[in-house]
């Protein structure tokens, strides 16, 4: 079992913590791959988090089992997309009410190989969100 924890402050003054956690336990074998983001305050646009993958894991379809929260939902719906590499391969939608969708792109399973990039971007913010926390559920 491994959890990391960073903490990092940007040039805009934004902070995004980042929680990993891969389960398993004694010998190899699958486990659970866990990616936890905090962005507190109003939810800035570009990458929030960028994340190197160091052992495959895999998304399954819709990325079942993650979870969001947000103190103050968005005025109008707001999109975040998720990234492999350069590859859009999902997305996370909050509603106005604060309920957190999670989607895969393809309608399936998404896998990484060790050295892809796990990113996820806000490519216009629609304002009204702050403190949104995510954490992305897969396997390895």
Known sequence: RALVYLEASSSAGVVTKVLSST???????????TLGVFVPG???????VRYVVTEAITLS??????QG???TPPSASQALEIYRNATQ???ITISTGG???FA???GGNETFAPGDVLSVRCTTSVGGITDLAVTLKGTR
């Open 42 to 48: 109003a939810l800035p646009t570009g990458a929030l």
């Open 69 to 71: 929260n947000v103190v």
């Open 89 to 91: 391969i999902g997305t």
């Open 23 to 33: 389960g398993g336990g004694g010998g190899g074998g699958s486990g659970v791959f």
């Open 99 to 101: 309920a957190f969708t």
């Open 61 to 66: 379809d819709e990325i079942a089992g993650s």
């Open 104 to 106: 895969t792109t393809g």
